[in-house]
């Protein structure tokens, strides 16, 4: 007895970090969790974007918009362009190992929380296109670490903060379209080799901005230097001396007009200046026939970025159509997430590994463009845009994608899916397949886009990382839980596609909870099945100008793709096999079986049992294997 006491009292000195390791984990994972409920009672969330943001979990890393790093901390909040309005609090000031604070293009309004600057680790602070009133705070300052600040498109006023100066590691400024007013803070930070912009403001002045500020001497440039013996007297009749001070004349007008023409153009032109500041490249990394566009070259191809010319934006970014200078249409894709240092030589490959996928039915990588501060795709240009807004954004002169057409559609992206992860090396794994990543040609050929772009989001992480990426309704419930991701998560994206294609709907609805029917498109059809409704999931811009028994093996293939267990689920190439008229009654029938004996060896009540189309048009109750 006495060992066994001796041997817990031994213990106990072992287990005491570990218990308040547990317990400090829990009470930072609380207070990040309560920061950001703060943050969504505080804010008004009309489209619901915030819905999973549940107080009651133990941490907020299972929330959408939220990516935690390797100790479950908050690293990065993500409610860009999500229609939030409201206001900021305080409690942001918590999360202090928040590394980016995406809120741009919302209707935020009220002041930027002083507190902002206890986030010492933040990277990028994007703000820009809000309502946010009254001073920058002073304690941004305190973020040595930040190299984007975007406070552009607001309506702060006061003066530009000296502390500002302090960031030295800040890369973009922009203050743009404010109504700041003073001397804008100089002191050698902000330098041609950062990105600023002022304009539009209301009344900025300083030698930054080449406008003097009130009760200071005018800005001009020093006189210029002429050699003492070169310097004639008033009645001096030397013609050398006369010769020599007419060139010095001459010399300082060539070099004063231009400068005067440029300062009177930058006050005239109101627009945000880019700076395309040549990338590191490596001359070891050919990219074969891309071509590598410069930045103006894109800037003046999209009009700078026009908000009228933008074909899209999702998790990676905006799209925008542009006009080459020979004429030829494309689609500059303009990834929002910024560049990490050293990272140039590994971006390239990444792209280098887009490029060398070459497959009718994969979206052909034209160029790239890549500066300190952007990092732009150029495709070729799709003229009849995605499959989802074929489906659901279509003008009502135009007709709807016709039954034959659709089922091209499924047949083309499945061979691109299929190319993807057979014959390239190392395969690409896609991670957000869907109708909106599906587009269209002008003969309607169905092209995947957006294929490798969650490698070259990630490349400074493993095959696991800690942000999931994708779209509600299309991610797999196994790359949701644990951010693993597998061709087999492509499969289930497929699948869920494929239902997008036959009935129109999008994958994740709140305007179905109207009609008492489930969010998720998949829970949504086999409700529907089960009560033997086939007709009414067939989309009702067909009418009825579609073969029955197509539909049926369309929707069997999806729900063989959208299986629970990846290792159930069919590879791309057995998918592309099925859609030609190769195994897919055998493959059904096998997996109707296997589900009835399933079912039959549960001896719990199954918690809702649902029913399924067999191959013969015969309606069975099995319990489905698909997430619930």
């Known amino acids: 007895m006495g060992r066994v006491r001796s041997g817990l009292v031994s213990a106990r000195p072992l287990l005491l970090p570990l218990v308040f390791h547990s317990l400090a984990y829990i009470v930072s994972a609380n207070l990040e969790g309560d920061a950001l409920h703060s943050l969504r009672i505080s804010l008004k969330d009309p489209n619901n974007v915030l819905q999973s943001w549940d107080p009651t979990l133990v941490n907020p890393c299972t929330w959408f918009h939220v990516t935690c790093n390797n100790e479950n901390s908050v690293i990065r909040v993500d409610l860009g362009n999500a229609a939030l309005s409201g206001q900021l609090v305080s409690q942001l000031g918590l999360l202090k190992n928040l590394q980016y ?42 973020l040595t670490k930040l190299r984007f600040l975007r406070l552009n498109n607001n309506s702060l006023t006061g003066t530009i903060p000296m502390s500002l100066t302090n960031i030295t590691a800040l890369q973009v400024l922009d203050l743009s379209n404010n109504r700041l007013s003073g001397p804008v803070p100089d002191n050698g930070s902000f330098s041609l080799f950062t990105p600023i912009s002022f304009a539009n403001n209301l009344n900025l002045c300083g030698p930054v901005t080449g406008e003097p500020c009130p009760g200071a001497p005018p800005f001009s440039p020093p006189p210029p230097f ?25 010399a300082a007008l060539l070099f004063a007009v231009p400068a005067i023409g440029f300062a009177w153009w930058r006050r005239r032109k109101p627009q945000e200046h880019f700076f395309d500041v040549p990338a590191e490249e490596d001359p070891e990394v050919h990219l074969g026939q891309l071509k590598r566009f410069s930045l103006r070259e894109l800037q003046v191809a999209t009009d700078y970025f026009n908000n009228k010319n933008i074909l899209g934006r999702g998790g990676f970014g905006k799209v925008y159509k542009g006009r080459l200078a020979d004429g030829s249409l494309v689609a500059v894709k303009r990834l929002k997430e910024e560049r990490t240092p050293g990272g140039e030589l590994q971006f390239q490959t ?180 089960k009560e033997k409704k086939l007709e009414m999931l067939v989309d009702p811009d067909l009418q009825t100008n579609y073969v029955e028994s197509e539909v049926e093996q369309l929707i069997q293939v999806a729900l063989l793709c959208t299986q629970s267990s990846p290792m159930d689920r069919p590879k791309m190439s057995e998918v592309v096999r099925m859609l030609e008229g190769d195994g897919l009654a055998e493959k059904w029938e096998e997996w109707q079986k296997v589900e009835v004996v399933r079912q039959e060896l549960d001896l719990a009540p199954p918690r809702n049992s649902e029913w399924i189309l067999d191959s013969t048009d015969n309606l069975r109750a099995v319990e489905l294997s698909g997430p619930r």
């Not at 002429?226 to 001459?250: K, L, Q, Y």
């Not at 969650?454 to 992480?461: I, S």
């Open 350 to 529: 990444e792209v280098e590994m887009i490029s060398m996928a070459v497959h009718r039915n994969l979206l052909r990588l034209r160029g790239f463009c890549m500066t300190p501060t952007e990092r732009l795709l150029v495709y070729p240009y799709m003229a009849n845009g995605s499959v989802a807004s074929c489906l659901r954004e279509r003008l009502p002169s135009e007709p709807p994608l016709d039954w034959p057409t659709r089922k091209r559609i499924a047949l083309g992206s499945a061979r691109g899916l299929s190319y993807l992860h057979d014959h390239c090396d190392p395969k690409i794994i896609h991670r957000d397949v869907k109708a909106a990543n599906i587009l269209l040609d002008e003969e309607f050929v169905a092209v995947v886009g957006d294929f490798g772009l969650a490698k070259l989001m990630d490349y400074k992480d493993t095959h696991v990382t800690t942000a999931v990426r994708g779209t509600i309704g299309h991610i797999a419930p196994e790359y949701l839980s644990t951010g693993k991701s597998s061709e087999k998560t492509d499969v289930f994206g497929y699948g869920i596609m494929l239902l997008e294609l036959i009935t129109g709907q999008r994958a994740f609805d709140l305007a179905r909870l109207a009609n008492d029917d489930d969010v998720m498109l998949l829970d949504w059809v086999k409700g529907l099945l």
């Open 226 to 250: 002429v050699p003492p013996s070169r310097v004639a007297s008033p009645g001096d009749s030397n013609p050398t001396g006369a010769i020599a001070g007419g060139v010095a004349i001459g």
């Open 101 to 142: 604070l995406e809120l741009y293009s919302n209707n935020i309004s009220g002041p930027i929380p002083n507190d902002l600057g206890n986030l010492t680790n933040l990277v990028s602070l994007d703000l820009y296109l809000n309502s946010f009133s009254g001073p920058i705070p002073d304690t941004l300052g305190k």
